[in-house]
């Protein structure tokens, strides 16, 4: 069976630069990486749920912050895992200090027989698209070319000339 998972890549305008906002996985597995270990938020789809209905429910979760309309879809990626992504990219603003983040239960030590409580995410961060390239999980760069392209669109469209009558 295929896993399925939705997410959204937060992003804000600082004059002609794009920044996003990345999330760092939590828990011991993920605390000592950083580069091309970032992700965006992001989580399964339940049955019969609504894709982006999914990912705007794990964004609130695994931030605690609003994610609001209008939602660019950038597509569908297939991970090495065989895992599907699909995200959708909206603009917003946050401050990462103020991440609240759902936990999840892990055996930690391994085979301790004690469970532990973790952060899905334990910090989210503000990058540059360069940045962002760098910090992301490979499989997941991608996702940010679809959003640059999309804005490339965007901004296409807002530049041109208006309609003679209009």
């Known amino acids: 069976m295929i896993v399925r998972s939705a997410g959204l890549l937060m992003f ?28 965006l938020p992001k989580g399964e789809i339940g049955p019969d749920e609504d894709p982006l209905a999914a990912a705007q429910r794990e964004f ?25 992504i699909t995200a959708w ?7 990462p200090a103020r ?9 930690w030590p391994p085979r301790s027989g004690r469970l532990q409580s973790f952060p899905e995410v334990d910090r989210v961060r503000w990058c540059s698209v360069e940045e962002a390239r760098r910090k992301l999980i490979a499989g997941q760069v991608p996702f940010v070319d679809a959003l640059l ?15 003679p009558g209009l």
């Open 99 to 107: 991440l609240v983040s759902n936990l999840f239960e892990v055996e």
């Open 149 to 163: 392209r999309t804005l490339g669109a965007e901004c296409a469209a807002d530049e041109r000339p208006a309609a």
């Open 12 to 39: 804000r305008r600082r004059g002609a630069a794009v920044e996003v906002l990345l999330a760092h996985p939590g828990g011991p597995f993920w605390a000592r990486r950083d580069e091309a270990a970032w992700t």
């Open 89 to 95: 990219a909206f603009e917003g603003d946050a401050d």
């Open 60 to 84: 609130l979760e695994e931030t605690g912050f609003a994610s609001n309309p209008p939602f660019l879809p950038l597509g569908e990626l297939r991970q090495k895992s065989g895992k599907r």
